[in-house]
């Protein structure tokens, strides 16, 4: 029965969707209508409101999807949704500013002399405009009354050049900012979190070990990390249009004329050119470039995009050559410039204000803030007073924000429904159940995906079936792809959702302006390279995740909240980066040779003993890093053969756990049941799933505990060679490291000799809590000084000796201090020559042997663990 409720929710949802009533309502009504039918079937035939649930009743369903909305927007730390009305009143600012027009008249006259100009001009602008406004019906019919007569007037194919409006008009879909990354961020995060959960019981069903090791886990994503990771991807989709344009242009050059200008290239063109493409591109560049280079988070870029917008409409809404028309811009600027120079040049915390210098730099920043503010409030009176467009916009932002959030509410509510009826488990059980992996699996979910783009709206299959999907996906172990990766692939795909027929938006937005001469049939005929083109680049990111991955991963290194060398995710790449500057050459076994023959005898002999140590540590750690590639060799040849047997028997194994959830569903329907009949007939279901099960178990081939032990011994050697390196490694560093910090200290050491002995009239006549606060400073300053414990020791003993009033005991232990201060001292002397050589051993491994101990990683090094992690490692072979 709960499949038939299952069934009965799906089609209600698209009953409702079909007949055009409103997705907000249609998502949350379907919901309740169905669970309402189910709690009544239920109490009329089984006398329970329960009974045909997968679990719990129909209050905590009807309850959980809004539970689990307000969990989302309630908890401080989830605050990715804010940036959404931020940048819808961006994009809904610049359109009404008509950037768009100025952008297609000058980017025409720009490209048209190249063949296909026109068409790549509109790919180049609609790039721009997805960078600002995003917002896709306005860009398409922005694109469709301006630049589709041109072309046709040019002698454009007519479906080259509707094709290439309604394309390029969904580019604000992909390229950041946009909308759909931010709620799939949102979506992903908490896939994120469930897809741990299902990997850890995966790792615990497998191994059965308890926790899982943190290198395994599911990480999750943020809007920002979306942003970025969908920034070349949207270039490579951009790059192909305009590819596309131009091929088709050169093999077809009567159906894509060049259009040569009409005019002259000469200072006022290029000036034209300057006023209409830099402050777009600044806007980009402040927006992502804050994003980038971590500067902003994506809430606070998305202020600073609709502080821009506002600023720009204070000087696009006026006619051209208004008295005072560049004043609030030019405010603007000057407001910024001030901002830049107090912050590069002072020290901008109220808090720490001392000197004079603190001060002009705090009121050079209230200055610039004021000026800005100045801008943003006369480009608002500006907007507010022509054509009352600020409040037109706020209107229409607070209208597209509300539909967004009243369609995630419904969506969630949808999504609870759906999980009452066992729809989520039977999507993982088919999708587990499936032969091939993950590819299988991701391959399936994509073209559903695709199919649904047919119909439903990008936020519906968002907010709908990522959730039910992504989990899953996300939680294989045999891709191991990333929550960005997943999110820039999945909204590639449901970008063709606006093109493609019967329902693909763009495609309406351009008929509605089309002239009567352009056939709609010419407009499907037109986008069908487009969407071609669309899946050709999901394929080449699916095949190279580093263009998703690299760069959030560059940005993350590179901040100053960047994960530190210690962090277990990192070591097998840090090994691997080792290894190659090994390679590269001996200077590392050079310097070690070096350290060897440097002369110890002056240094104490656990200082002596701990170098000594250090430099036989890292001629093991070399050895052990050589071992480490040989392990690991033994691993991937014997990894193929154990690949079968393992993919065989998980295979089984999955499909155990389904006839035991099936079992386990017979079992409670049973126990539920008080007809005698229906009882034996859910007692005879039961007997046939544990048949099964056994069946199955036989399949298990006999030899298989055996070939999962000898790959096993394997892996754990690897491990084992591992974490031999690591430990040498770390030692080679931490013993020099510290005999160099003692011996340069040695000055200040050497000036510890006067207030130690200033300080003994205090041992002698010295009362009361006066007398212990001298000896604690002094404690203090030698506590500051590496190596000095010696000293300090049985200073404080003597202080606390002191205290207590045994002032013959506390003047023995002030002269221990002081024979132990002369006794460093003296040896501190004898061994400061050897600090070069420790400098240059110290500075020669810093890079290789070191890295695990340092506090962060080189700029080097950072590119290396970003390139080296963007990549998907299968760790299927440890589950």
């Not at 002399?113 to 306005?138: N, Y």
């Not at 022509?386 to 999504?415: D, H, P, R, Y």
Request: hydrophobic share 55%; net charge negative.
């Amino acid at each position: 029965m709960e499949l038939f409720f299952l069934v009965l929710l799906i089609i209600i949802m698209a009953s409702a969707l079909g007949s055009g009533f409103p997705v907000a309502f249609a998502l949350p009504g379907s919901a309740i209508l169905t669970i309402g039918i189910a709690a009544g079937a239920g109490w009329i035939f089984a006398g329970s409101t329960d009974a045909f649930f997968h679990s719990g009743g129909p209050q905590q369903w009807l309850s959980a999807g809004v539970t689990n909305l307000r969990g989302v927007y309630w908890e401080v730390e989830r605050d990715t949704l804010i940036a959404i009305p931020l940048f819808i009143f961006m994009g809904i600012m610049l359109q009404r500013s008509k950037i768009a027009e100025d952008l297609l008249f000058t980017m025409a006259q720009l490209f048209g002399p190249v063949p296909g100009g026109l068409g790549i001009s509109v790919v180049f602008v609609g790039a721009l405009l997805a960078a600002t406004t995003g917002i896709v019906g306005a860009t398409v019919v922005a694109m469709g009354l301006i630049s589709l007569p041109s072309m046709l007037r040019n002698k454009y194919s007519t479906p080259l050049a509707t094709g290439t409006i309604a394309a390029s008009g969904t580019l604000g879909q992909i390229i950041p900012p946009s909308i759909v990354l931010i709620i799939l961020a949102d979506q992903l995060a908490s896939a994120a979190d469930q897809a741990s959960t299902m990997r850890k019981a995966l790792y615990k069903e497998a191994t059965g070990e308890l926790s899982m090791p943190s290198i395994f886990d599911v990480a999750g994503t943020s809007a920002g990390e979306m942003f970025l990771g969908a920034f070349i991807p949207g270039l490579v989709l951009v790059a192909l249009y305009m590819l596309y344009i131009l091929v088709f242009a050169i093999l077809r050059p009567k159906s894509a004329p060049a259009v040569p200008h009409e005019g002259k290239f000469d200072a006022a063109f290029w000036r034209s050119v300057f006023i209409t493409l830099v402050p777009p591109l600044a806007l980009i560049f402040l927006v992502l470039g804050s994003i980038i280079a971590g500067i902003a988070t994506v809430n606070q870029a998305g202020a600073i995009g609709a502080a821009g917008a506002l600023i720009m409409s204070g000087y696009r809404l006026p006619d051209k050559g208004a008295q005072g028309l560049y004043w609030p811009a030019i405010t603007a600027i000057a407001g910024l410039a001030i901002i830049a120079f107090a912050l590069g040049n002072f020290q901008m915390n109220v808090k720490a204000m001392d000197t004079s210098a603190d001060k002009l730099g705090i009121a050079l920043g209230v200055a610039g803030t004021l000026l800005l503010l100045l801008s943003l409030f006369w480009s608002g009176i500006r907007a507010l007073r022509i054509n009352n467009t600020l409040q037109q916009v706020m209107l229409e932002t607070a209208k597209t924000s509300s539909l967004v959030f009243i369609i995630l509410l419904g969506a969630a509510m949808l999504t609870a429904s759906f999980r009452a009826f066992g729809g989520e488990d039977l999507v993982r059980n088919f999708l587990i159940s499936l032969p091939g992996g993950f590819w299988t699996q991701f391959i399936i979910v994509m073209a559903v995906i695709f199919i649904l783009g047919f119909f439903l709206d990008f936020i519906e299959i968002a907010v709908v079936v990522v959730p039910i999907v992504a989990p899953i996906l996300l939680a294989n172990p045999g891709a191991n792809v990333t929550a960005v990766w997943l999110g820039v692939m999945i909204g590639l795909n449901i970008q063709t959702s606006f093109l493609t027929p019967p329902f693909g938006f763009a495609l309406f937005y351009l008929r509605g302006v089309a002239p009567a001469i352009v056939r709609t049939i010419q407009i499907y005929k037109g986008v069908i390279p487009f969407i071609l083109l669309q899946i050709l680049a999901l394929f080449i990111v699916g095949s190279y995740p580093p263009l998703v991955n690299y760069l959030p991963n560059r940005v993350s290194f590179l901040s100053e909240t960047s994960p530190p060398p210690r962090n277990p995710k990192l070591q097998m790449c840090l090994e691997d980066f080792v290894t190659a500057k090994l390679a590269e050459s001996s200077e590392v076994k050079d310097a070690i040779e070096a350290t060897k023959m440097l002369d110890l005898s002056a240094l104490p002999k656990d200082h002596a003993k701990g170098v000594t140590k250090a430099i036989a540590a890292a001629e093991t750690a070399i050895a052990e890093l050589e071992n480490v590639a040989t392990r690991a060799t033994a691993v991937e040849a014997a990894a193929p053969a154990y690949r079968l047997y393992l993919i065989k028997v998980r295979f089984i194994e999955k499909q155990i756990r389904a006839l035991q959830a099936e079992a386990d569903r017979f079992q409670t329907s049973m126990d539920r049941s008080q007809d005698e009949a229906a009882r034996d007939s859910f007692a005879a279901q039961l007997a046939t799933k544990e048949a099964e099960i056994a069946a199955l178990e036989a399949e298990i081939p006999a030899e298989w505990v055996e070939t999962h032990g000898t790959f096993a011994a394997l892996t754990e050697a690897e491990d084992k060679a591992r974490n031999a390196y690591r430990r040498a490694a770390d030692t080679s560093w931490e013993a020099p490291a510290e005999t160099l910090a003692v011996l340069k200290a040695n000055e200040a050491y050497a000036a510890l000799q006067t207030p130690l002995a200033a300080i003994h009239p205090v041992f002698e006549t010295g009362e009361g809590d006066e007398a212990v606060d001298q000896i604690k400073a002094l404690e203090d300053v030698v506590a500051e000084i590496a190596g000095a414990g010696d000293v300090k020791s049985p200073l404080s003993k003597a202080r606390r000796a002191l205290d207590k009033g045994k002032r013959d005991e506390a003047l023995e232990l002030y002269q221990e201090a002081l024979d132990a201060y002369a006794a460093q001292n003296q040896w501190r002397a004898e061994a400061a020559a050897l600090v070069p050589g420790l400098e240059a051993y110290l500075s020669v491994i810093r890079g290789t042997l070191g890295i695990r101990v340092q506090e962060r990683l080189s700029r080097e090094q950072a590119l290396a663990m970003a390139s080296c992690t963007a990549n998907h490692r299968d760790i299927s072979l440890n589950f």
